[in-house]
């Protein structure tokens, strides 16, 4: 007898490595829940996708909390549960501490990145802890989590506290079986990274991306830097002391500041 397709929810799923991780576990026979804000756009992705009956969208802003946890219902009440959970909504706005607009940016940032990979979460918690056979909680982390960068306060601080998030969830679900995923990509060819203006070494395609991250969610790996090139830099980048990091990164280009009103 074949084993049943897995369920994966993902959330920021209408583009970017959200839609990638879409098409790649479609095409590994998953039933999907896709939870993002334009319904018109996940309308498009399921239509392209193999099977399309077997996935449902959800039009939610992943910061309206009750509305992501009636979704997450939804998609329990129609699958059991989940075997996968992909926190992979995220925002990036270039941000100053100094200029006083700013401070609702550093809250829409924390509130996208963080507490949404949180209220993501725990809707699916006690059921995935009555369930047998690999089961994953997966954070989608960044290298601007490991270290601060110039004009990007708001992004690589709330990507630094997925990270110790995810770390901290890991530990509290390892005595029930489930595995908790950080993925940290690089630069993966997306529509977030298509406004920097600096270069971007190792640059991947979003679909082999994806590939390479539902291995690593398969295998529950604890955290997997993709491309392992990134993953090699940004450990030398940790190292490097201050007296090194702070005039090196200071010279580098800073990331553009969204502009309010």
Known sequence: MSAAP???????ASSGIGAALAREYAGRGAALGLLARRKDALDTLISSLPNPERHRAWAVDVTDHAALAEAARGFIAAHGSADIVIASAGISHGTLTERREDLPL????FATNV????????????SMKQGTGARRLVAIGSLA??????????????????HSYAES??????????????????????????NNRFSMPFLMPAERFAA??????????????????MGVAA??????????????????????RKETA
């Open 169 to 194: 969830l890991r530990l509290e679900m390892r005595t029930h079986g489930i595995r908790v995923v950080t993925i940290v990509p690089g630069y993966i060819d997306t529509p977030m990274t298509s």
């Open 6 to 12: 897995p369920r994966v929810f993902i959330t920021g």
């Open 106 to 109: 550093f809250e829409s940032v």
């Open 145 to 162: 989590g490991i270290r601060g960068l110039k004009g990007a306060g708001a992004y690589c601080a709330s990507k630094a506290a997925v």
């Open 115 to 126: 507490n949404a990979t949180v209220a993501t979460f725990a809707p699916f918690i006690a």
């Open 212 to 229: 390479r991250a539902a291995d690593a969610i398969d295998a529950g790996s604890g955290f997997r830097v993709i491309p392992w090139q």
């Open 235 to 256: 450990r030398l980048l940790r190292l490097l002391p201050n007296a090194v990091f702070d005039p090196l990164l200071a010279r580098a280009p800073q990331k553009a």
